[in-house]
């Protein structure tokens, strides 16, 4: 029984394809909610490839990296959901296609 | 049998992201992504990183996902409202993903160290403390005026503007 962690090459190419999910997510999506939950995903992909990468040089900067990227996503996702709020107070629906004003 | 773990925890984290982004009702995507959540921590704990093991868990699943799924309530979203785009937009989505995806295993998959991730102990609650305090004490410190000022944008700009009051007051 072998009792090692897998190689770095595996935590990149799980990080690659989480972060191509949210990518395709932020793509195929129309609420604004979704929208930004699928940023929240490409964020956990960042994190954990941070963390592997820490782990992988034993240097702790890069968990306290991934702490204050943290941070600014819980700031992030408070102003963001107050403005989805907001607009759905002015239009009734959560549909970002509907936010399309400055083309016109 | 570490190595084992990883790989089962990495299947259910790329079948729970992918049912987030498909799921139709919104209730649902967000469940599916707490599930994601809880598979990343898993990751954490694989790596000895137990201080973002307890903080993923705490901050994102727990405050984050409850935020997200209070607003869900609170404008009572469901899958008859959803908005969805058409089958050309998606596949059109998919595909430039895809391609993203290609690009990016296709620049890693000759640069193949096959080194195993060491076992450490840098990531308990004592050694981060001890770098966060004495390396990265004025970023920690700048963040919380980010996280002060984000407050008072919140509630600036969720706040109902009511225009009768302002125009007797002014």
Same mark, same amino acid.
């Given at each position: 029984m072998n009792n090692y962690l897998p190689p770095i090459d595996h935590y990149i190419w799980l990080s690659s394809i989480l972060f191509c999910i949210g990518v395709i997510g932020v793509l195929i999506r129309r609420n604004g909610i979704?929208? #930004? =939950?699928?940023i929240e995903l490409m964020l956990n992909a960042v994190n954990l490839l941070f963390t !592997?990468? !820490?782990? $992988?040089?034993q240097d702790a900067s890069g968990q306290i990296f991934v702490f204050f990227i943290m941070v600014v996503a819980a700031a992030e996702v408070a102003v963001g959901l107050a403005i989805l709020v907001m607009i759905y107070r002015n239009t009734k629906s959560v549909d970002i296609s509907l936010l399309d004003r400055l083309k016109h | 049998m570490l190595s084992y773990i990883f790989y089962i925890l990495s299947g259910l984290t790329i079948i729970t992201a992918i049912m987030m982004i498909t799921a139709r009702n919104p209730v649902h995507s967000v469940l599916y992504l707490i599930a994601?959540?809880? =598979?990343?921590?898993?990751? $954490?704990?694989? =790596?000895n990183a137990q201080f973002l093991f307890i903080v993923n868990l705490i901050v994102y699943a727990g405050a984050i996902m409850v935020l997200f799924l209070f607003v869900l309530m609170l404008l009572n979203l469901n899958k008859e409202t959803e908005p969805q785009k058409s089958m050309k937009t998606k596949l059109a989505g998919v595909i430039t993903g895809?391609?993203?995806?290609?690009?990016? #295993?296709?620049?890693?998959?000759k640069?193949?160290?096959? *080194?195993?991730?060491?076992?450490?102990d840098i990531?308990?609650?004592k050694n981060l403390g001890r770098v966060l305090f004495t *390396?990265?004490?004025v970023p920690f410190e700048i963040s919380s005026i980010l996280f002060l000022s984000a407050m008072v944008g919140v509630i600036l700009v969720a706040k109902r503007h009511n225009v009768e009051t302002e125009v007797i007051s002014e």
């Open positions: 979704v929208l #930004l =939950m699928c !592997s990468f !820490s782990t $992988y040089f | 994601t959540f809880f =598979m990343v921590s898993g990751q $954490y704990l694989l =790596m895809g391609l993203l995806l290609i690009t990016l #295993l296709g620049a890693l998959i640069s193949n160290t096959g *080194e195993n991730l060491p076992i450490t990531g308990l609650v *390396e990265f004490v």
